[in-house]
Protein backbone atom coordinates (compact mmCIF):
# COMPACT_ATOMS: atom_id res chain seq x y z
CA UNK A 1 0.00 0.00 0.00
CA UNK A 2 1.29 3.19 -0.61
CA UNK A 3 1.03 6.32 1.06
CA UNK A 4 1.91 9.85 -0.19
CA UNK A 5 1.91 13.41 0.90
CA UNK A 6 1.93 16.43 -0.80
CA UNK A 7 2.71 19.87 0.88
CA UNK A 8 1.18 19.36 4.08
CA UNK A 9 1.07 21.20 6.79
CA UNK A 10 -0.30 22.13 10.21
CA UNK A 11 -0.12 24.83 12.12
CA UNK A 12 -1.17 26.31 15.88
CA UNK A 13 -2.27 29.35 15.83
CA UNK A 14 0.39 31.49 14.08
CA UNK A 15 3.31 28.77 14.77
CA UNK A 16 3.92 26.71 11.89
CA UNK A 17 4.41 23.14 12.98
CA UNK A 18 4.69 20.69 9.93
CA UNK A 19 5.62 22.91 7.14
CA UNK A 20 4.71 21.85 3.28
CA UNK A 21 5.60 18.11 3.52
CA UNK A 22 5.25 15.78 0.57
CA UNK A 23 6.48 12.31 0.73
CA UNK A 24 5.83 9.15 -0.24
CA UNK A 25 6.38 5.48 1.22
CA UNK A 26 6.32 2.74 -1.57
CA UNK A 27 4.42 -0.54 -0.74
CA UNK A 28 6.64 -2.55 1.21
CA UNK A 29 8.72 -0.32 2.34
CA UNK A 30 10.23 0.73 5.37
CA UNK A 31 10.12 4.99 5.68
CA UNK A 32 12.29 6.36 8.78
CA UNK A 33 11.53 9.55 10.06
CA UNK A 34 14.12 11.20 11.95
CA UNK A 35 15.36 14.39 13.70
CA UNK A 36 15.61 16.31 16.60
CA UNK A 37 12.73 16.46 19.57
CA UNK A 38 10.27 19.20 18.15
CA UNK A 39 11.28 18.74 15.03
CA UNK A 40 7.64 17.62 13.73
CA UNK A 41 7.63 13.97 13.79
CA UNK A 42 4.59 12.98 15.85
CA UNK A 43 2.48 15.96 14.08
CA UNK A 44 3.01 14.70 10.82
CA UNK A 45 2.93 10.89 11.34
CA UNK A 46 -0.51 12.04 13.27
CA UNK A 47 -1.74 13.55 9.53
CA UNK A 48 -0.62 9.97 8.04
CA UNK A 49 -2.59 8.07 10.02
CA UNK A 50 -5.84 10.68 9.49
CA UNK A 51 -5.98 11.69 13.28
CA UNK A 52 -5.41 15.02 12.02
CA UNK A 53 -5.90 17.25 9.46
CA UNK A 54 -3.23 19.22 7.51
CA UNK A 55 -4.16 22.51 7.29
CA UNK A 56 -3.09 22.70 3.92
CA UNK A 57 -2.20 19.58 1.24
CA UNK A 58 -3.02 16.41 1.74
CA UNK A 59 -2.42 12.51 2.26
CA UNK A 60 -3.76 9.81 -0.14
CA UNK A 61 -3.84 5.92 0.52
CA UNK A 62 -3.56 4.10 -2.88
CA UNK A 63 -4.23 7.34 -4.89
CA UNK A 64 -7.48 7.70 -2.43
CA UNK A 65 -7.75 10.91 -0.14
CA UNK A 66 -7.53 10.00 3.93
CA UNK A 67 -10.61 12.30 4.01
CA UNK A 68 -12.81 10.42 1.69
CA UNK A 69 -12.55 7.08 3.74
CA UNK A 70 -14.77 6.06 6.26
CA UNK A 71 -12.79 5.59 10.19
CA UNK A 72 -13.51 1.75 9.44
CA UNK A 73 -11.93 1.14 6.48
CA UNK A 74 -9.01 3.33 7.33
CA UNK A 75 -8.27 1.04 10.55
CA UNK A 76 -8.54 -1.77 7.97
CA UNK A 77 -5.44 -0.54 5.91
CA UNK A 78 -3.82 1.23 8.69
CA UNK A 79 -2.61 0.89 12.01
CA UNK A 80 -0.75 3.40 14.56
CA UNK A 81 1.49 2.76 17.67
CA UNK A 82 1.34 6.17 19.65
CA UNK A 83 4.39 7.49 21.33
CA UNK A 84 2.55 7.51 24.64
CA UNK A 85 -0.50 5.85 24.60
CA UNK A 86 -2.14 4.29 27.77
CA UNK A 87 -5.76 2.97 28.64
CA UNK A 88 -7.21 3.08 32.06
CA UNK A 89 -9.35 0.50 31.41
CA UNK A 90 -9.01 -2.68 33.38
CA UNK A 91 -8.11 -5.20 31.51
CA UNK A 92 -5.30 -8.12 30.79
CA UNK A 93 -2.75 -8.16 28.15
CA UNK A 94 -4.88 -10.82 25.88
CA UNK A 95 -7.91 -7.78 26.34
CA UNK A 96 -5.46 -5.53 24.78
CA UNK A 97 -4.50 -6.68 21.69
CA UNK A 98 -8.00 -8.14 21.02
CA UNK A 99 -8.95 -4.38 20.34
CA UNK A 100 -7.33 -4.53 17.16
CA UNK A 101 -9.51 -6.85 15.90
CA UNK A 102 -12.88 -3.80 16.56
CA UNK A 103 -12.49 -2.86 12.76
CA UNK A 104 -13.37 -6.21 11.33
CA UNK A 105 -16.45 -6.99 14.31
CA UNK A 106 -19.58 -5.87 14.30
CA UNK A 107 -23.35 -7.33 12.94
CA UNK A 108 -22.84 -10.43 11.11
CA UNK A 109 -19.59 -10.28 12.17
CA UNK A 110 -18.87 -11.55 15.64
CA UNK A 111 -15.58 -12.83 17.78
CA UNK A 112 -14.64 -15.99 15.69
CA UNK A 113 -11.88 -18.71 15.92
CA UNK A 114 -9.79 -16.42 13.39
CA UNK A 115 -9.81 -13.19 16.21
CA UNK A 116 -8.45 -15.83 18.54
CA UNK A 117 -5.97 -16.65 15.91
CA UNK A 118 -4.66 -13.70 14.87
CA UNK A 119 -4.65 -12.29 18.11
CA UNK A 120 -2.20 -15.40 19.50
CA UNK A 121 -0.29 -14.86 16.36
CA UNK A 122 0.43 -11.25 17.17
CA UNK A 123 1.09 -11.98 21.03
CA UNK A 124 3.80 -14.41 19.66
CA UNK A 125 5.46 -12.04 17.32
CA UNK A 126 6.03 -9.91 20.16
CA UNK A 127 7.12 -12.19 22.26
CA UNK A 128 4.14 -12.18 24.91
CA UNK A 129 2.85 -14.70 25.03
CA UNK A 130 3.47 -15.58 28.24
CA UNK A 131 2.03 -12.99 29.56
CA UNK A 132 -1.20 -13.09 27.60
CA UNK A 133 -2.97 -13.16 30.86
CA UNK A 134 -1.63 -10.75 32.98
CA UNK A 135 -3.37 -7.33 33.97
CA UNK A 136 -2.15 -4.39 32.07
CA UNK A 137 -1.15 -2.11 35.03
CA UNK A 138 1.00 -4.68 36.20
CA UNK A 139 2.93 -4.73 33.47
CA UNK A 140 6.46 -2.91 32.65
CA UNK A 141 7.14 0.25 29.91
CA UNK A 142 8.76 -2.21 27.65
CA UNK A 143 5.62 -4.74 27.63
CA UNK A 144 3.28 -2.84 27.27
CA UNK A 145 4.83 -1.08 24.24
CA UNK A 146 4.83 -4.54 22.33
CA UNK A 147 1.71 -5.33 23.22
CA UNK A 148 0.91 -1.79 21.77
CA UNK A 149 2.62 -3.39 18.70
CA UNK A 150 0.84 -6.63 18.84
CA UNK A 151 -2.41 -5.12 18.97
CA UNK A 152 -1.70 -2.99 15.91
CA UNK A 153 -0.47 -6.22 14.29
CA UNK A 154 -3.77 -7.74 14.89
CA UNK A 155 -5.38 -5.32 13.20
CA UNK A 156 -3.78 -6.42 10.42
CA UNK A 157 -3.01 -3.44 8.73
CA UNK A 158 -1.67 -2.63 4.86
CA UNK A 159 0.47 0.00 6.70
CA UNK A 160 1.95 0.66 10.08
CA UNK A 161 2.68 3.80 10.90
CA UNK A 162 5.05 3.77 14.50
CA UNK A 163 6.18 6.89 16.70
CA UNK A 164 9.52 5.61 18.39
CA UNK A 165 8.32 2.42 18.95
CA UNK A 166 11.27 1.30 20.36
CA UNK A 167 11.23 3.62 23.20
CA UNK A 168 11.21 1.74 27.08
CA UNK A 169 12.08 -1.96 25.08
CA UNK A 170 15.22 -3.11 25.91
CA UNK A 171 17.97 -3.76 23.30
CA UNK A 172 17.35 -7.55 22.30
CA UNK A 173 13.34 -6.23 21.57
CA UNK A 174 14.46 -3.00 20.12
CA UNK A 175 16.09 -4.95 17.20
CA UNK A 176 13.63 -7.62 17.60
CA UNK A 177 10.76 -5.67 17.10
CA UNK A 178 12.43 -3.72 13.81
CA UNK A 179 13.20 -6.89 12.38
CA UNK A 180 9.74 -8.02 12.50
CA UNK A 181 8.32 -4.87 10.99
CA UNK A 182 10.90 -5.05 8.99
CA UNK A 183 9.91 -8.69 7.44
CA UNK A 184 6.00 -7.73 6.89
CA UNK A 185 5.02 -7.72 3.95
CA UNK A 186 4.02 -4.06 4.73
CA UNK A 187 4.44 -0.77 4.03
CA UNK A 188 6.19 0.77 7.71
CA UNK A 189 7.02 4.27 8.51
CA UNK A 190 8.67 4.89 11.84
CA UNK A 191 9.74 7.94 13.66
CA UNK A 192 13.23 6.64 15.56
CA UNK A 193 15.60 8.18 17.52
CA UNK A 194 18.44 6.15 17.16
CA UNK A 195 20.02 6.48 13.95
CA UNK A 196 22.17 3.66 13.66
CA UNK A 197 19.05 1.78 13.61
CA UNK A 198 17.55 3.93 11.03
CA UNK A 199 20.94 3.35 8.99
CA UNK A 200 20.17 -0.96 9.92
CA UNK A 201 16.21 -1.02 8.63
CA UNK A 202 15.22 1.83 7.14
CA UNK A 203 15.06 1.15 3.16
CA UNK A 204 14.96 5.10 2.96
CA UNK A 205 14.71 7.55 5.76
CA UNK A 206 13.06 10.95 5.68
CA UNK A 207 15.10 13.86 7.84
CA UNK A 208 12.48 15.96 9.90
CA UNK A 209 14.28 20.05 11.10
CA UNK A 210 11.96 22.87 12.30
CA UNK A 211 8.32 21.16 10.79
CA UNK A 212 10.42 20.54 7.11
CA UNK A 213 11.48 18.04 5.75
CA UNK A 214 15.20 18.46 4.50
CA UNK A 215 16.35 15.50 3.18
CA UNK A 216 14.96 12.47 1.83
CA UNK A 217 16.96 9.14 0.56
CA UNK A 218 18.88 5.83 1.32
CA UNK A 219 20.78 5.43 4.78
CA UNK A 220 23.65 5.87 3.23
CA UNK A 221 22.98 8.92 1.08
CA UNK A 222 20.98 11.00 3.71
CA UNK A 223 23.54 9.83 6.96
CA UNK A 224 26.40 11.93 6.66
CA UNK A 225 29.04 13.70 8.61
CA UNK A 226 27.46 16.68 7.65
CA UNK A 227 23.56 16.49 8.37
CA UNK A 228 24.41 15.06 11.28
CA UNK A 229 25.78 18.20 12.40
CA UNK A 230 23.51 20.52 10.73
CA UNK A 231 20.48 18.64 11.90
CA UNK A 232 21.30 17.36 15.32
CA UNK A 233 24.37 19.82 16.20
CA UNK A 234 26.76 16.73 17.26
CA UNK A 235 29.83 15.28 15.82
CA UNK A 236 29.99 12.11 14.39
CA UNK A 237 31.81 9.28 11.76
CA UNK A 238 29.83 7.83 9.21
CA UNK A 239 31.81 4.37 8.35
CA UNK A 240 30.52 2.40 5.53
CA UNK A 241 29.81 -1.00 5.97
CA UNK A 242 31.02 -3.98 3.89
CA UNK A 243 26.76 -4.79 3.17
CA UNK A 244 26.15 -1.09 2.09
CA UNK A 245 24.79 0.65 5.19
CA UNK A 246 26.32 2.98 7.23
CA UNK A 247 27.37 2.74 11.20
CA UNK A 248 27.78 6.42 12.89
CA UNK A 249 29.88 7.05 15.60
CA UNK A 250 29.54 9.79 17.68
CA UNK A 251 32.03 11.57 19.93
CA UNK A 252 31.19 12.60 23.02
CA UNK A 253 31.39 16.74 23.08
CA UNK A 254 31.62 19.03 26.12
CA UNK A 255 29.07 21.40 26.54
CA UNK A 256 26.78 20.04 23.45
CA UNK A 257 23.25 20.94 25.25
CA UNK A 258 24.62 24.42 25.61
CA UNK A 259 24.01 25.41 21.80
N1 LIG B 1 -1.18 21.01 20.13
C1 LIG B 1 -0.04 21.71 20.11
N2 LIG B 1 -0.01 23.01 20.50
C2 LIG B 1 1.12 23.74 20.47
N3 LIG B 1 2.31 23.26 20.05
C3 LIG B 1 2.34 22.00 19.67
C4 LIG B 1 1.19 21.14 19.68
N4 LIG B 1 1.54 19.93 19.22
C5 LIG B 1 2.87 19.99 18.97
N5 LIG B 1 3.35 21.23 19.24
C6 LIG B 1 4.74 21.68 19.07
O1 LIG B 1 5.12 21.33 17.76
C7 LIG B 1 6.49 20.96 17.72
C8 LIG B 1 6.62 19.60 17.07
O2 LIG B 1 6.12 18.62 17.97
P1 LIG B 1 6.18 17.06 17.62
O3 LIG B 1 5.65 16.33 18.80
O4 LIG B 1 5.54 16.85 16.31
O5 LIG B 1 7.76 16.85 17.49
P2 LIG B 1 8.63 15.52 17.44
O6 LIG B 1 9.59 15.69 16.32
O7 LIG B 1 7.74 14.33 17.38
O8 LIG B 1 9.39 15.59 18.83
P3 LIG B 1 9.98 14.45 19.83
O9 LIG B 1 11.22 13.90 19.17
O10 LIG B 1 10.32 15.25 21.05
O11 LIG B 1 8.92 13.43 20.05
C9 LIG B 1 6.99 21.02 19.16
O12 LIG B 1 7.68 22.22 19.38
C10 LIG B 1 5.71 20.96 19.98
O13 LIG B 1 5.88 21.63 21.21
Keep these: MRLATKDVTWAVGPATIVDGVSLSAEPGEFLGIIGPNGSGKTSLIAMLAGLRRPRRGTVELDGVPL ?126 HDLNHAALFCDRIAVMQAGRLVALGTPVEVLTQRLIAGVFGVEAAVERQENGSCHIRFHATAGALSG
Excluded at 126 to 141: E, I
Excluded at 152 to 179: F, S, V, W, Y
Design 67 to 192: SALSRRHLAQKLALVEQQAETAERMSARQAVELGRTPYLGLGHPWSELDDAIVARALAQVDMTPLADRNWHTLSGGERQRLHIARALAQQPRLLLLDEPTNHLDIRHQIGILDLVRRLDLTVIAAL
